[in-house]
């Protein structure tokens, strides 16, 4: 298994555009998660999905939009980029809900909005 | 909603010392309370967590006491090696709740 994979790994964009994140698990959960970490900050939540279907805001949701095309896979888009998400994005997921779950990340996408 | 505070930020111990992590947190609704260790590089990994039913968990040279009533948790680790050299992230939640996340605590352990 895999667990959950996240593409690209590395991405430079100039202010002004757009791109998606994209995110694939495969240990069947029904849960996923976008969460976004800087020095100092720890890791905060974009948005997650509970279940498939639904999608909600976590933290700092502001200048991003999430899809949840299926059980699978979980995407993240930035559609005007902003220097201020410079950042490291991890998607995980989890068996059902964090609050009680192990949260499985993925490597890391390591975003630079110049 | 939850917040969740962790201190030290920075920690560093000598090979075979104990290290100590403190978080509080807010909401009294919140009942687990993981702990993610990051080494350099690499993605977050839970290395033990504990629910609110419980005082204290351990697993080998790690241990998390809880205390509900003053709202703290705290990480333990004993015989420090430098492999425990990681970024360290209390976090709290509960039944469907969201996780939330301290800052972190980066540790360092000296030969």
């Known amino acids: 298994n895999a667990g959950v994979t996240q593409t690209p790994k590395f991405q430079v964009l100039k202010t002004g555009q757009s791109m998606t994140l994209q995110c694939a698990q495969d240990?069947?959960?029904?849960?996923m998660y976008w969460y976004r970490q800087d020095p100092g900050m720890g890791l905060r939540l974009i948005y997650y999905?509970?279940?498939?279907?639904t999608t909600d805001k976590g933290e700092v949701p502001n200048g991003y939009n999430v899809s949840r095309l299926n059980k699978r896979e979980f995407s993240l888009r930035l559609e005007s980029a902003a220097p201020s998400q410079t950042s490291v994005y991890f998607c995980a997921s989890s068996e059902w809900g964090s609050g009680g779950r192990e949260l499985f990340f993925g490597e890391g996408s390591r975003l630079t909005v110049l | 909603g939850e917040n969740v505070e962790q201190h030290p930020s920075t920690l560093s111990v000598q090979e075979g010392d104990s290290a100590v992590i403190k978080c509080t947190y807010s909401d009294s609704a919140s009942n687990y309370f993981p702990w993610y260790k990051q080494e350099l590089g690499k993605r977050p990994q839970l290395i033990i967590d504990i629910r609110s039913n419980v005082g204290e968990k351990k697993d080998q040279r790690i241990a998390v006491t809880l205390n509900k009533t003053a709202k703290h948790f705290s990480l333990h680790i004993t015989e420090t090696q430098p492999e425990d050299s990681a970024v360290y992230f209390c976090a709290a939640g509960g039944g469907y709740n969201k996780l939330i996340f301290g800052a972190g605590t980066r540790l360092a352990v000296h030969p």
């Open positions: 240990m069947n959960h029904n849960s």
């Open positions: 999905s509970a279940s498939e279907g």
